[in-house]
């Protein structure tokens, strides 16, 4: 099943305690992200985060729109309990869904009709065909005037790129860990979710996302593999 093994405990725990905090302009990325849902939705009270890990995406959305309140999906058990603990403080305006975004948005995802959809380096994890239907699935889910923003793993252009990709990101954490970079980067390649990896161009997920009604579609933000992209849901009736 697509991104399986981020069921496994030691996986989630491994990218929350560690990972996570080394991954390049990372705080960029998910500022891009909340200054493009302010700017075409300044008030949004609905936030759906797709495959939330602990909820990192939504917590700088919920910390900067106070009205809001968030739904959080993920597949993962693991995953799911730490979300719990690190939302605990936003309780009342946070519910947790466990559900796998290989099938249709549950409708415990999309009943409170979404203002916003964020995600952050989930949907590499399905194949192209599901990614383009989830896209498709976002667009109807969203209240008219919605936004949409992925904050994503995307694939390079050529070998040569992906080579410097995984040296860049490699002497990112070597740099902020201390360890030596071959270990780093030993780490890296044989890590058991590299194979839950399944990256696509920007250009063509872009085209998608036009393809299925969004405007404003565009990529904010890019360092190599690392992208933010999205679009808005008219706010009129559609064509
Ligand atoms: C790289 S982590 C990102 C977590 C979080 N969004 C973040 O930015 O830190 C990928 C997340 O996607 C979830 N995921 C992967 N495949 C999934 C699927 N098919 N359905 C639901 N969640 C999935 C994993 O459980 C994990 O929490």
New binding site residues.
Partial sequence: ????T??QAAV?GS??DGR?AHIPYAADQLQTMAELVGWFHPDPRSIL?????????ARVLLDRFPAASAVL????GP?LERAQTAMASYAPRVRLVQ????GALPSAATEARPDVIV????IH??PDERKQSLYAECFTALAPGGVFVN?EHVASATPELEALFDDGYCRNVAARTGRPYDEVLREYVTRP?RR?NLLTAVETQLEWLRGSGFRHVDCYFKWLELAVFGGVRPAGPLP
Avoid: F, K, T
């Fill in positions: 099943m697509a991104g399986d981020w069921r989630a990218y929350l996570r985060d797709l495959g939330c890990g602990d909820g990192i995406a999906v993920d597949h993962s995953m559900a796998d975004l290989s995600s952050a380096y989930v994890h399905l904050v979710d839950d």
